[in-house]
């Protein structure tokens, strides 16, 4: 095997790229990477320019906005939102943000770029694969977009598309063509996100550098890993729920349908479904994702901290546990999301028990970030800034969690603005400053330039403040029974009260946004002008920092980098610098973390050529035969 | 590039600008109106105003990092040491921050619903009171301790953080003792959520059902004879809303429905001689249409060309045809006609408003229309989804009367509403139907005053007040059967 892949290896080195097999149909991992960050970057402008939208007509219902005529046409007459079009913002603004930014431009983008790197892999299991998983997100994001253009306009059941309202184009306009549209575009996301699933599990199972064990992964590779686990296992299930739906909408089938009367239609011929079990199939894939979105943010967020700490990340193996029983319990809560829909309150009983048992790997790693920042020597880059807002988010919106998942006060909280507090904090603010931080950490690796640091401070302390000052005051509106999606609140004379709070947070949203452009034009800026970096700006131990900074296909010239240690050795008593590479051989070599080595560095280039390989290595790897 | 960003800068404040010039609130005129007191009518503008002054803002604040950029550059010294400057603003944030909750509990805090106009409202306030304690010492604690570490251990030249890896024992502390706080959670709402969904068997609630629909709520009283008529969305038409198994009502739907399969079977006949009927039409008057119309007769002959509307025809057809059979279904058997087509449905009374009486239970029991709603009694702590096709219930005990209520918090104007939490299409905002808490008398003479929604054999069941359910006062301490 080892011979075949230092021939091809001899090969690639000197075949010319022509522009399109370069930053088009690219197959380096790094340049995949970026192309998932800036269509996630781009998805995200429109994510939150939706979200402006809807909160100008929430904050000032009935005032004509020149914005609103100018970009809805005649979904905004006369510059006011439409109701049905209120709903097809805050649909898309949710689909847009949950799969396209916080999964595929946070952990695409970071699972692509960190996991050879940090492992110590040339490529991708199958670069193939990986380069067919961008181009799938690509479309699948074209074909959601496309559906702006629809005369009946875009989906707009809510992000989590409950039918029957997502079934009947009579119930609500938006579920015809829109919601067809929606459907494929979930579909191709879910081709793609499985595609990337598959290989960043077999990247980082099969292609780890001579000394790489397990145990001295970095925690971005573990967050990867159980990420992409949890993808494979959840999405499938999405996708599922997704075809019944397509069925149900196109082919008259009746899984989700039954004792339906529409006016203007009369009683409807579907017998005998239960719009139950979408939410039962939804939820199963719905609170995995909600993992997937958080669990690589956890993962930056450590290393990040780690590193600008100068410290040790305290107790790795507490973290890995953690993230390992979040990634376990995960799949047996997503009853907690349906406990007023009629389900047996036997089950809410049970689902209410583990919901809140998970409450507490959560809890034991904001203790270990806490413990890590204790006594170290913080650098505070804007990268670091990020991880300590994302950590703080995490409190916070972790926090009103326990409310939420207890079944009796959720009775009173559920789809109130309380749960939009929640959510945006813990798993939106949270998760998107993960992606923050790790634009700010790696984007020397990613284009060889730095950024601007004083431009990233002010974009972090607007985005920080502005997203407390949004999402802190709706736990109130919760509390005294505000609704979720309602398009207006004048109509309700007891919720009038709300009306200079709903400024607050549109001001508040539309000051945040604008930070943003200053995060836009560092980051576009500095691909170009920026200036460039050193090989090892943060004076990092992992791997990533040994590849030449200015990008090589194949990341390493000459042999891969072997492991002597864990990644996380800052500040050793025994060492005169603050940091310890881990590819720097060492007398002491497994002094501090004393685990067996692995035994074979299996240099492989491009394992896809050679498919059986990464199969039979595989499941060796899994069943632990290749030791013998 | 100093340049482009400058200039792009003052492009996005020019286009931002033109936005607001094509606000039509936005003139001169306007701006003085508001200057002269019509703050509304100023609203929006004000704050695109204030959009230009941040951007305008933005654009000194980098010109400023610019300049101490280049210094920087040029003498080798940093001007702004931002390690220093995020320390501070990190305390700044904790102290600000923590000031900033707390006031927002007293000035949002007080339209908090902390008294439950139900029974079992207030285990559930109790449990979210437990909660927000151990939640708040947490968040306290945390939150303090991440900024206050962020300033106090500053990057400092010179310095090495301490090396410290892990700690077994305060890890498993710190994983202990959430695990007890949850054990502790986990038991009481166990034990909350129990009393909710698990009621009392020996107690009979009055049941009144709750209608929901595309936007709106009706309530279904059982009458006198406190039952309420087994209703199906097969039967439900324009005179007959909830569906209840009327007779006559229902005759008349069957008529209804064959009317309509003759004349949509005619429809799908003549459908071809329709289509040459429209484009002669297209062809001989065009000319003289109009656009509009005209467009209207295209799409019109293009449903029919793509066969659109043969597939709708068909479809409307199997429609009906299948609803007619499941109507038949019930009417085979003479078990379940007579289970159905009993009349208990005569005396059951449909209104706008729901009043409930006081101390009594009452069991909700849900049904939906069309899509998925869910009724949502905030004053009650209440919450249950009403889905089509899968009736669920709710049970639940008032406490307060409407007019306590009212008393309580000095709103002359004050009322219970049931709101709709579920997003159930474009009136989801303002879907919602009144509740009255009162007592019996009150409430006698309120469903005294209602009618019948229908009449058998020309003769009205006059509405009579429920009797005072004797079984609904029972000992609640009995003993309770779960069926788990």
């Known amino acids: 095997m080892s011979t075949t892949a230092a021939n091809l290896h001899h090969d690639e080195h000197h075949h010319h790229e022509s522009f399109i097999s370069k930053y088009i149909f690219s197959m380096d991992h790094k340049m995949i990477s970026r192309q998932f960050l800036i269509t996630g970057i781009i998805m995200g402008c429109i994510g939150v320019f939706l979200s402006v939208l809807f909160r100008l007509q929430l904050a000032w219902p009935e005032t004509q906005f020149g914005i609103l005529k100018f970009f809805l046409g005649s979904f905004a007459k006369d510059g006011v939102l439409s109701p049905e079009y209120y709903m097809a913002l805050v649909t898309i603004h949710g689909t847009i943000m949950v799969f396209y930014v916080l999964t595929a431009g946070l952990s695409g983008t970071f699972s692509n770029l960190l996991i050879p790197l940090q492992v110590g892999a040339r490529d991708m299991a199958s670069p193939f694969m990986n380069m067919l998983s961008y181009w799938f997100f690509f479309l699948s994001s074209v074909v959601l977009l496309s559906s702006f253009f629809v005369s009946t306009g875009p989906a707009s059941a809510g992000w989590t598309v409950y039918p029957p309202l997502s079934a009947l184009p009579k119930a609500v306009p938006g579920s015809g063509l829109g919601m067809t549209l929606w459907l494929v575009a979930i579909t191709l996301f879910i081709v793609s996100s499985l595609l990337g699933g598959i290989n960043y599990v077999s990247t980082i199972l099969n292609m780890r550098t001579k000394g790489m064990s397990m145990n001295r992964l970095p925690l971005t590779i573990w967050a990867f890993l159980l990420t992409a686990i949890l993808g494979i296992l959840s999405f499938p299930v999405l996708l599922g729920a997704a075809l019944l739906l397509i ?33 039962h199939l939804f939820w199963f894939l719905g609170h995995p994702e909600v993992y997937i979105i958080i669990m690589p943010a956890l993962g930056i967020t450590s290393e990040v901290i780690a590193t600008n700490a100068r410290k040790p990340i305290f107790g790795y193996t507490a973290m890995v546990i953690s993230l390992v029983g979040i990634a376990v319990l995960s799949f047996l809560v997503w009853g907690h999301h349906m406990f007023v ?57 972790g926090l009103t969690g326990l409310f939420l998942a ?66 802190f005051p709706m736990h109130f509106m919760g509390l005294a029974g505000v609704p979720r999606r309602y398009y207006m609140f004048t109509v309700i004379p007891e919720f009038n009260v709300w009306m200079d709070v709903n400024v607050l947070i549109s001001v508040a949203a539309i000051v945040g946004s604008l930070a943003q452009v200053i995060f836009l034009w560092n980051f576009f800026s500095n691909i170009w002008f920026g200036e460039k970096s050193v090989q090892n700006p943060w004076k990092s131990n992992t791997l990533e920092w040994t590849s030449p900074i200015e990008g090589i296909h194949y990341n390493w010239v000459g042999a891969i980098p072997t492991v002597y240690r864990g990644p996380y050795e800052y500040s050793r008593p025994d060492r005169e610098e603050d940091f310890y590479p881990q590819h720097i051989p060492g007398d002491d070599g497994d002094h501090y973390h004393p685990e067996p080595k692995r035994k074979e560095a299996p240099d492989v280039i491009t394992v896809s050529k050679d498919k059986e390989v990464v199969y039979f290595s595989l499941i060796k790897n899994v069943f632990g035969l290749n030791r013998a | 590039m100093k340049k482009i960003f400058i200039v792009s800068l003052v492009l996005i404040t020019l286009i931002s600008a033109i936005m607001l010039m094509s606000l039509e609130k936005f003139s001169a005129l306007q701006l003085a109106s508001a200057m002269a007191g019509d703050a509304k009518s100023i609203n929006g503008s004000i704050n695109w105003l204030l959009v230009i ?23 080798g010294k940093k001007i702004l040491n931002w390690n220093n400057i995020n320390a501070w603003l990190s305390l700044a944030f904790i102290i ?35 909660t927000l304690l151990f939640t708040g010492i947490v968040f306290v604690i945390t939150q303090i301790l991440l900024f206050v570490f962020t300033f106090m251990y500053k990057k400092k030249e010179g310095r090495k953080a301490v090396y410290y890896s892990h700690n077994n024992k305060l890890e498993i502390v710190w994983t202990l003792i959430p695990f007890v706080v949850m054990a502790i959670l986990v038991l009481m709402g166990y034990q909350t959520w129990k009393d909710i969904m698990y009621k009392n068997p020996n107690i009979k609630p009055n049941k009144i059902e709750i209608f929901a629909y595309q936007f709106g709520w009706n309530a279904r009283y059982p009458g006198s004879d406190n039952q309420l008529g087994e209703a199906s969305f097969n039967y439900i038409s324009s005179t007959n809303p909830l569906g209840l198994p009327i007779e006559h009502e229902i005759d008349k739907l069957k008529e209804e429905l064959m009317a309509d399969i003759l004349s949509i079977s005619d429809a799908q006949k003549r459908l071809p001689a329709t289509y040459v009927a429209l484009l002669e039409q297209f062809e001989s008057k065009g000319a003289t249409y109009t656009t509009a119309k005209l467009d209207i007769l295209n ?117 219970y509403y049931l709101f709709c939490a579920k997003v159930c299409g474009s009136g989801h905002y303002n879907m919602r139907i009144k509740i009255i808490v009162e007592t019996q008398e009150q409430y006698n003479t309120w469903i005294k005053s209602q009618n019948p929604a229908f009449v058998k054999g020309g003769k009205k069941v006059e509405p009579e007040p429920l009797p005072l359910n004797p079984e609904n006062n029972a000992d609640t301490t009995a003993k309770i059967a779960y069926n788990f």
Request: proline share 4%.
């Open chain 1, 341 to 397: 829909t009629g389900m047996n309150p036997f089950l809410g009983t049970m689902f209410m028990f583990i919901t809140l048992i998970i409450a507490v790997p959560s809890a034991v790693k904001t203790f270990n970030y806490l413990a890590t920042l204790w006594k170290g020597n913080l650098r505070l880059t804007p990268g670091m800034m990020f991880s300590i807002g994302l950590v703080s988010f995490f409190v916070s919106g």
């Open chain 2, 299 to 415: 799409d019109s002959i293009d449903k029919i060309k793509s066969g659109e509307l043969a597939y709708e025809i068909k479809n409307a057809l199997f429609r009906k045809k299948k609803q007619l059979d499941r109507i038949a279904q019930v009417e085979k058997s003479a078990v379940e006609k007579a289970k159905v087509f009993n009349d208990v449905s005569y005396d059951d009374l449909i209104t706008n408003e729901i009043h409930l009486i006081l101390n009594q239970e009452v069991e909700f029991l849900f049904r939906a229309r069309d899509v998925i709603h869910s009724a949502y009694l905030p004053h009650f702590k209440a919450q249950m989804n009403c889905v089509p096709g899968m009736p669920t219930k709710f049970r639940f005990k008032p406490i307060t009367t409407s007019e306590d209520a009212r008393a309580k918090r000095g709103d002359e104007t004050f009322d």
């Open chain 1, 247 to 279: 069925f149900d909408r196109s082919f008259g089938t009746s899984f989700y349908l039954s004792d339906i009367y529409l006016p203007g239609q009369g009683a409807l011929s579907n017998v005998g479904g239960s719009p139950v079990l979408y939410q």
């Open chain 1, 406 to 471: 207890n079944a009796a006060i959720d009775i009173p909280l559920h789809d109130t603005y309380f749960v939009v507090a929640h959510f945006h904090l813990v798993m939106g603010s949270s998760a998107i400053f993960g992606m923050f931080s790790g634009i700010y950490h790696w984007y020397p690796r990613m284009f060889g330039r730095r950024m601007n640091e004083s431009l990233g401070q002010i974009h972090f302390w607007l985005t920080f403040v502005s997203a407390y000052l949004v999402f």
């Open chain 2, 96 to 130: 600000f921050g923590m000031i900033g909750v707390i006031w927002e509990f007293g000035a949002h805090g007080k339209y908090v619903i902390t008294d439950s106009a139900s029974a079992h409202g207030q285990p559930i306030q109790k449990m979210f009171n437990t």
């Open chain 2, 53 to 75: 002054v941040g951007l305008l803002l933005g654009a000194i604040l980098v010109l400023i990092f610019d300049i101490s950029n280049l210094s920087t550059k040029i003498t």
